[in-house]
């Protein structure tokens, strides 16, 4: 059957991981043009406050208009993406959210910066790793996990490559042209990338997805996640599962735990003592960890299942922060262990690859994966408030220390067999009751 489709469309076994491969590829490339561009309007924020003749706390508030618009397109992308030929959209979106760079140089007010940076927000869904996510979960099978966490690797490559580059072209020529001219040079290498490797989804072409063998895990029945169930429900009828909530809830929670620490990482590190320099390294530290830490994630899901591995981090996010009393007392070392294990929460935003798509199927993966960055996103959005209000470090931290707690609690419940039975009988019920409706 695979075979005959294959020459159906042309094409054969070779071309099928190829086109897969090459469509990987260009998302990772795509989330390196992405991210450079949001680290370069990052840096361009202090000349851009200087010229308005404004404050900076007056410009960062871009940051917050960007991600609420980034909340709000995450709604509608997956479905977005099941409708429209993803090529399109990644290449239209480039010219849009790539606007941002030159767009800094045209506006004349801060609030004129923050509504052009909500615009930015509801694209960026469509170009950075959410892409890669919803793509690389159609195209690999065995093996997704560990693909698709290779992405935060390439994104800090391109940053530590470019972003330097970019803020030497600024001091020499002023940030407007060298925003000008990164919008205009990365906009044309997305929309290329984009029209080049980006494809549909390989039944498209009557293609199977790509099986990385290396990674098969012939001992993982039902908790591995090569072993997905396609459930025949709709989203409506999956969003009335109380498990479903149970797994948005828990990338919520590790959203809150991660944005508790990355917003107040300087002071954190200034509390236990630690010199600028070596807080600067302190930040490096925190982004190599984050690298490594997501492909674990993600390798970890492929190998011994998604169930003991949501277990192992949330069980070593616990540990970590629990110890806060013992580790802030430690200075440099203690600093060291909290920059290199913080990053157990980063992966609030690869559950849906690795945990909703083995527990529900790839055919609702678009919904399931944009929902569920969504509510992480939420998560990031309401944990400076929650800091906000409390008093110290101290308390901070023992609510992350309750949280990985929870997490553990709750991932307990919903990927346990009994949780995969429940989806399952619903999901055949389901079938039933539409099957005795037809009849009837």
């Not at 309007?41 to 000349?47: D, I, W």
């Not at 010219?95 to 615009?119: C, D, E, N, Q, R």
């Not at 990985?404 to 346990?416: G, K």
Request: proline residues 4%.
């Amino acid at each position: 059957m695979q075979n005959d489709a294959i020459k159906r469309y042309g094409g054969n076994e070779m071309t099928a991981k190829t086109r897969g491969l090459l469509c990987c590829v260009g998302c990772v490339l795509n989330i390196g043009f992405a991210f450079l561009c949001t680290n370069l309007v990052g840096l361009f924020c202090v000349p851009l406050a200087s010229n308005l003749g404004v404050e900076y706390s007056s410009i960062a508030l871009i940051w917050t208009s960007l991600s609420i618009g980034s909340i709000c397109s995450r709604f509608f992308a997956g479905r977005l993406f099941d409708k429209v030929n993803p090529k399109i959209i990644c290449a239209v979106s480039a010219v849009m959210y790539l606007f941002a760079l030159p767009g800094m140089t045209l506006v004349k007010s801060p609030t004129a910066a923050i509504i052009l940076f909500f615009f930015v927000g509801i694209i960026n869904a469509f170009t950075g790793t959410l892409p890669f996510q919803l793509l690389g979960s159609k195209w690999i099978g065995v093996g997704r996990g560990t693909v698709i966490g290779l992405a935060p690797i390439f994104s800090a490559i391109f940053d530590m490559v470019f972003a330097p580059i970019g803020a030497a072209f600024a001091t020499e020529y002023g940030f407007e042209r060298t925003a000008l001219a990164a919008g205009a040079i990365l906009c044309l290498l997305h929309i290329l990338v984009s029209l080049i490797c980006i494809s549909k989804e390989p039944a498209a072409y009557g293609e199977e997805p790509i099986d990385l063998k290396f990674l098969q895990n012939k001992k993982a029945k039902t908790q591995g996640a090569a072993v997905v169930y396609e459930t025949k429900m709709p989203i409506s009828h999956i969003a009335k599962l109380p498990v479903f909530w149970i797994l948005m809830i828990m990338p919520a929670l590790l959203a809150i735990a991660m944005q508790s620490f990355y917003s107040n990482r300087a002071g954190v590190y200034e509390t236990m003592g630690l010199t600028l320099t070596q807080t600067a390294f302190m930040v490096g530290f925190y982004s190599i960890s984050n690298c490594v830490l997501v492909w674990l994630f993600g390798f970890l899901c492929d190998k011994i299942g998604f169930r003991k591995t949501v277990l192992l981090y949330a069980a070593v996010g616990a540990i970590l922060w629990f110890a806060w009393p013992v580790l802030k007392s430690t200075m440099f070392v203690g600093a060291l262990v909290i920059a290199g294990f913080a990053n157990v929460s980063q992966i609030n935003n690869y559950f849906g690859p690795n945990v909703m798509i083995p527990l529900f199927g790839t055919n609702k993966s678009n919904t399931l994966i944009s929902w569920s960055t969504m509510i992480a996103a939420l998560g990031g959005a309401v944990a400076p408030i929650i800091v906000n209000r409390m008093s110290s470090y101290d308390t901070v931290f023992l609510m992350n220390a309750v949280i990985y707690v929870l997490v553990f609690a709750l991932a307990l419940v919903a990927t346990s067999p009994r949780a995969l039975d429940r989806i399952k009988e619903e999901d055949q019920s389901y079938t039933k009751g539409m099957n005795i409706s037809t009849s009837e």
